[in-house]
């Protein structure tokens, strides 16, 4: 049903036109009954009927409606109706004083501040059921009053009492976080996005490596100024400093301690430190006499987190959930700022000082003043996360497996996971196309992931419960795969059947689609991961590693099979000697063949023998149909991009003593078949 929905902005602009056609009006500001476009994209219940027509289809039934007129309309308003009241009664709902909290409330609190003219200046509000919902859920006030709404939100037939106050206290307001937030959308022109809020119109965007060169940069400058992070909740703002302090590391031979201070957990005397009383004449009194008067002075004691003032190595100081800190623990960390100083402290002049926070559209948090934002002259960067970087965080040493007692040198992400956010990442740059993106100098970043980050702090406050679930962000999928690693490696029967072929970093995801052809397993599996990351991710990821554990059979794992294609051409490999696969099936294999090419040059183990097997694979899964043409091509291109130049070009080089015979025969092959990407792999 999912596929079939409309875009709403289109949908909102043709009913427009028939309102108005209908009414005689020059046309009104229509807008479905949701309080944010992320809510408008979710809530099913909420989509009138039209809008799960083929989009032709509806198109023809609007124009039908404006040929004929009102009677159409009214059919087409009914149908409206009928599928919007199918979510009204969605989750538990409580009367507090005027108004419902719960689930679903801000829809009927909305209804009867737009009915009081609460609505925000320049938004006009429309509900097809405003006075349904009146008359339902406000029967003491509405229910036999004969009031009419207007679609305009004009009241008739209603006499105010004087006696009875209609219109909510402020305090009243405040108390239904659906109306605050709704009201606080509907006044800024913010659509959540991964993106800096409209008004940081002026800032800087980077991607991860984009930012971790710049930290780096600012490391090295002779000067020590400050740097400030911005960017949504957990997309690694955190493990970007550490990776930035390793590299500052790297090059100077040297450890780089990093001191992370979350601002938002201190007091201001953990700042400026705790007075102290000081005899001025030596005395070591510690219960003063009347004659100790004014011969004491105070001074502060500096917390013992921050470095010795001599102390001689290079270092940082993070100052995490800044902006969530009370505001006079900020101006406690003002002076730091600025001077490097707190009272007679100083911070050795090793350290830099590096500060990291939350955009206001992630939810409570304390603005920045001129005088404290000036303070980070190093730069302000607003951070926006990216599939193909967290990929490749996800196959480095900074992923392998770090439990509390133990550790290990294995990956705990399954290569099923970083398939799908590539699937992913690519539908959805073809379905949004410039609308999920921003141009920041030129560049441009991807600010909208369907699964990969889907958070909306705006969306979760307009329930009047804020966030109650697990939910799609990087942090997120990554403690969801920690866990789910634990229960696999614990699992000895499982483990049992891992061949020791495997590459020893993969030992225990490479069981993941095997776990999941086990019906209790897997149900396991999908609790575990949808309490930490929400059931509609987690159901798109298990239904898309379902398709793939296809692959899982007596002749192996994928994991193997895909092994097979370099160091056994003679064992069993994936897409052949089975049905062919759907799209997303062939783009999943694909992705980890890709990965494993990547794991072999990355472990200088791709030698010429395994470069024939990949191509002598490509040529066989083209021959038995297996995959397309394109998407062949799209996988060896992006092979040749990452590992042409410096790798595949020596091994397949006729200066190669071992390319002779066979070898000769399979690139002449690929080369005669893939023309562009033959003569590519000769020239590169």
Known sequence: MKNLLLDFEEFNRRFRIVEAASSGSTGTACMIAASNESEKAAQEMFICEASMMDPKKLNALLDSIMAKGKGQLAAFDNAWKKRMSLGLDKGPLTKKGNWYVGEGAWRINSCKANHLGMTPKGVQYWDPMQQELLEKYFEEDYGKSGVTVSPSGELKGLEVDQDKEMVPREDELVTTESLKYLKKMYESDDEFTLGPPTAAKNAVVLDPNELIEQLVDNFFLDTRSNVMIWGAPGIGKTELVKSAAAVAAKRLGQDIPVTIITLATKAAYDISGIPLLFSKS???????????????????????????????????????????????????????????????????NGYRIWGAGNRDMDGPVKPFEAAFASRFLGGHFHLVPTVAIWTEWARTDKAFFKGMTTSANEWYIPDELLSFFKLKDVIGASKEGSSGTITNIGRQYRVKFNYFYSWDAAAAAATGGGQMSGFPIPRTWAKACETVYQKLKADKQLMSQVSPDIDPRKRVISMFGTALLDRTTALDITIKMSAIVGIEAIDAFIQYSRQLARLNDSNGTLVEKIENIFNNPKGPRPLLDIPKLGADEVFGVLNAVEGAFDGLVDQNKLKTPELM????????????????????????SVILTKHGREIIRPL?????????????????????????????????
Not at 296 to 303: H, I, N, R, S, T
Request: hydrophobic letters at 40%; zero cysteines; aromatic letters at 8%.
């Open 613 to 636: 097997n990949w191509i002598a694979y490509i040529l066989k899964v083209e021959d038995d149909k297996k995959a397309t043409r394109g998407e062949i091509t799209q996988h060896v």
């Open 282 to 348: 030596g005395s070591e009194q510690t219960v003063l006499s009347s004659e100790m008067k004014g011969k004491v002075g105070m001074d502060f004691a500096y917390p013992a987190w921050l470095p010795d003032p001599d102390d001689p190595r290079d270092g940082i100081l993070f100052f995490d959930e800044v902006n969530r800190a009370e505001v006079d623990v900020m101006g406690a960390a003002l002076s730091l700022l600025l001077e490097r100083k707190s009272g007679d402290y100083t911070i050795p």
């Open 652 to 684: 397949a080089s006729k200066q190669n003593p071992e390319i002779k015979g066979e070898y000769l025969q399979i690139i002449a092959a690929f080369s005669s078949r893939w023309k562009d990407l033959g003569d590519a792999l000769r020239n590169l």
